[in-house]
């Protein structure tokens, strides 16, 4: 809304409530028995891993990625959030303007999930996770006046409160004919972060720009970390106190005596940087636009999620930061083709990295500062108008990036030969490609036909066990992702007052098999677990613009 000329203002409101079936992992090979029944010696023999239990059932996974059989219960994911947004922009003077954006999210989740995706109860995993957070930024410019020289100075600050609870529950009713075995984390957060900024636009000329800037970011966090555990030794040997010693000594603790911390270890760290920006633009003519970039960036450090003693608790890992290169040329042809090509050299410092390994506090998920990355690639984007109706929009990128420092992935302090590995979750190429056809009707709607591909290589899962091969299959990496590639469709019908629209979608339409993630290693099953993509999934949407 618009009380006056000078001042605008607007108000979103959002709410969402879903209630959900958890997702569930699976074995990755149905041919390699997921669960061995202890009686089964030929198959124990053959894929048993060391401390493989004796289950009742040997298991194998239906040949079908989308279906497995799971453990009874009632498993679910519930999750609830309210998110608040305001603007507002005022123009105090002739092109002089100031802009407040403030936020606000409220957020739930609630879940229990069958970690394995077996009939027996090998892993559920329990956890709720409730979040507050409030952002406010305020900035005043002169990019009204039409100047030459422009400028933007602002601030902002966020507050996030984050309550995190997890539990692993092991050998649920006695399977395996083992104790019930818990494993249990909760935390509190407490973020407060400021930001002051500021940017300088010069027009030297009539095509060359030149614009620099500048942002100091601070960040604070204050929380608390509670970890213990009971029941048999295997799966919880590496928390604080867990005395596992077979064939002597079997299990630690019990619910009323668990073993780990139970009295809260308190955290507190904070970490700055100040970040620098410089772009020069020159316009060749009113179409064509190239441009070179020099930014920073900045990445807040923290503490260990899921520590398994005390004095891991207390150990942090610092921020990461970050220098990007980028040359790129942005083109128009008329009314019927926008196209932007953009060469990037990132390099990376003191690189968060997240891992499984064995530290001197025990084995777990730790992040560490892993030294120095780089990523050097190509990005293409383009939109044509093929015809009045038909519209063509395309991306993809080429990237190669890879670690570029030893980095201890054992746990022993000692760096290993990790110079030159492709960092993980990084395909060396990703792909968009999408084609759409408006159809003019006689009542002035219009019906809208969308066909749409997604395309990327394949990816490392972790940086650690990569010379590891599949279960029954040597010649392919256990950690590695295969590429992967996603179509779908959209009919969406628009109202001639534009007020209505209505749409019939279908995703992943040729049910590719999307491998997602690969878990870490099990002594309770035989494969790694793996979560794979939806299926073909379709749906509808009807929405009114008020």
Same mark, same amino acid.
Not at 9 to 20: G, H, V
């Given at each position: ?23 569930? #992992? ?26 493989? *239990? ?80 409030? =952002? ?15 400028? $933007? ?34 935390? =509190? ?78 955290? =507190? ?13 020159? #316009? &060749? ?106 519209? $063509? ?9 890879? &670690? ?40 002035? %709607?219009?019906?809208? @036909? ?24 040597? %010649? ?14 959209? &009919? ?10 209505? %749409?019939?979608?279908?995703?992943? @339409? ?5 491998? $997602?993630?690969?878990?870490? *290693? ?6 790694? *677990? ?5 299926? #073909? ?10």
């Amino acid at each position: 809304m618009e009380p006056t000329e000078r001042l605008s203002i607007y108000l979103k409101a959002e709410y969402n409530k879903d209630d959900d079936e958890a997702p569930v #992992r699976r074995s990755r090979d149905c041919s390699v028995p997921q669960v061995i029944a202890g009686s089964d010696g030929a198959l124990r023999a053959q894929f048993a891993p060391p401390g493989h *239990p004796a289950w009742a059932q040997t298991f194998f996974d239906p040949c079908d990625p989308w279906k497995t059989e799971i453990s009874e219960g009632d498993f679910f994911l519930k999750r609830e959030m309210i998110n608040l947004t305001g603007e507002i922009s005022w123009e105090v003077a002739d092109g002089y303007n100031i802009t407040s954006v403030t936020g606000y999210v409220d957020g739930d989740v609630d879940q229990l999930q069958d970690a394995h995706g077996t009939p027996e109860n090998v892993l559920f995993q329990a956890g709720t996770q409730t979040a507050d957070i409030f =952002t406010e930024e305020v900035r005043i410019d002169n990019h009204g006046t039409g100047n030459r020289f422009r400028w $933007l100075a602002g601030a902002m600050y966020l507050t996030d409160d984050h309550d995190w609870f997890s539990e692993n529950q092991f050998f649920q009713n006695g399977a395996a004919g083992r104790p019930d075995t818990r494993d249990t984390k909760f935390t =509190t957060t407490s973020t407060d972060s400021i930001g002051i900024f500021g940017e300088l636009s010069y027009d030297v000329t009539e095509k060359l720009n030149l614009t620099f800037g500048a942002r100091w970011a601070r960040d604070e966090k204050d929380g608390t970390i509670v970890h213990t555990a009971f029941g048999f030794g295997g799966p919880i040997a590496q928390i604080q106190g867990c005395n596992f010693n077979p064939p002597f000594q079997f299990t630690c603790g019990n619910a009323a005596n668990p073993v780990g911390f139970s009295t809260p270890v308190v955290v =507190t760290d904070s970490w700055e940087d100040l970040m620098m920006k410089a772009t020069a633009e020159y #316009r &060749l003519n009113d179409e064509h636009m190239f441009y070179a970039q020099f930014s920073q960036g900045y990445k807040a450090g923290g503490f260990q999620v899921e520590p398994p003693t005390s004095e891991a608790a207390t150990v942090p890992f610092d921020e990461e930061t970050s220098n990007n290169y980028e040359l790129g040329w942005r083109g128009s042809f008329g009314n019927r083709a926008r196209l932007s090509v953009t060469a990037f050299w990132l390099d990376y410092n003191d690189l968060q990295l997240l891992q499984f390994r064995d530290t001197a506090q025990g084995f777990f998920q730790i992040i560490t500062n892993a030294g120095s990355a780089r990523t050097l690639g190509v990005e293409v984007e383009g939109t044509f108008l093929i015809t009045p109706n038909l519209r $063509l929009e395309i991306g993809g990128a080429l990237q190669d990036p890879e &670690l570029t420092a030893d980095v201890d992935i054992t746990g022993d302090g000692v760096p290993d030969a990790t110079d030159g590995f492709r960092l993980d979750n990084a395909p060396r190429w990703t792909t968009t490609i999408a084609a759409e056809y408006n159809f003019d009707l006689d009542d002035g %709607s219009v019906l809208t @036909l969308r066909g749409d591909y997604r395309g990327r290589g394949n990816a490392w899962d972790d940086i650690i066990n990569r010379e590891l091969t599949q279960v029954g299959d040597s %010649s392919k990496p256990m950690r590695m992702r295969p590429s992967a590639h996603i179509f779908g469709s959209r &009919l969406t019908w628009e109202s001639a007052d534009t007020n209505w629209l209505a %749409s019939l979608w279908v995703q992943n @339409l040729f049910e590719e098999e999307e491998i $997602l993630n690969i878990g870490p *290693p099990q002594p309770n099953t035989v494969d790694r *677990p793996t979560m794979f993509g939806r299926p #073909r999934t379709w749906g509808g949407n009807v929405t009114y613009r008020f």
